[in-house]
């Protein structure tokens, strides 16, 4: 304590470890690109101290709960241990009670209708009007899922679009109904 007193009367800079140890539910990144908009969902960047939007297929680090240019430093709430709920950008009308999931630009959507792999990242604890809206989260660990197109009725290409799935060690799959 007292050498860094010293240091802030001789006006040398004191520096702090912020992205070493362990954290309780939240850490400290570096953001990759400019981002206007809290609350949106994060992914690990080109380096891993750094932090960009998440899009749909991306497996998110945790809820950006700051705004900021390229190089400052935000704090991302980790989902899946975090001790709270989180705040959430919705990317469409979500009811209460719906699981969430990853979609564009960092935002949450509820039960994906287009095939393909998302992360399913919470449950909605409020409504969302539309885009844009923020609506409270309870969060989960980001859970891979994959949703598949409807079965065409053929038992061989079935199978081997399911074992195709399965290659992709999902935590979870849909299925898409016609």
Excluded: W
Aim: glycine share 8%.
């Amino acid at each position: 304590m007292i050498n860094k007193l010293i240091n802030v009367i001789r006006h040398e800079p004191v520096f702090s470890n912020v992205a070493e140890g362990t954290h309780a539910g939240q850490v400290t990144r570096m953001l990759e690109s400019d981002i206007t908009t809290r609350h949106l969902l994060g992914k690990i960047g080109s380096a891993s101290t750094q932090v960009d939007l998440a899009d749909a297929g991306d497996a998110p680090l945790g809820v950006i709960t700051d705004c900021g240019e390229a190089g400052d430093y935000v704090n991302v709430s980790l989902p899946g241990s975090v001790d709270s709920t989180l705040l959430m950008i919705a990317s469409e009308a979500i009811s209460a009670g719906e699981d969430v999931y990853t979609a564009a630009s960092g935002k949450v959507q509820d039960r994906p209708l287009v095939a393909g792999t998302y992360y399913q990242i919470g449950r909605a604890l409020t409504d969302a009007a539309g885009d844009g809206d923020v609506l409270e989260v309870e969060p989960v660990s980001p859970r891979k899922t994959v949703v598949m197109d409807a079965f065409s009725g053929s038992s061989i290409v079935d199978f081997l679009a399911l074992s195709t799935t399965y290659e992709k060690a999902p935590d979870k799959i849909i299925m898409l109904s016609e």
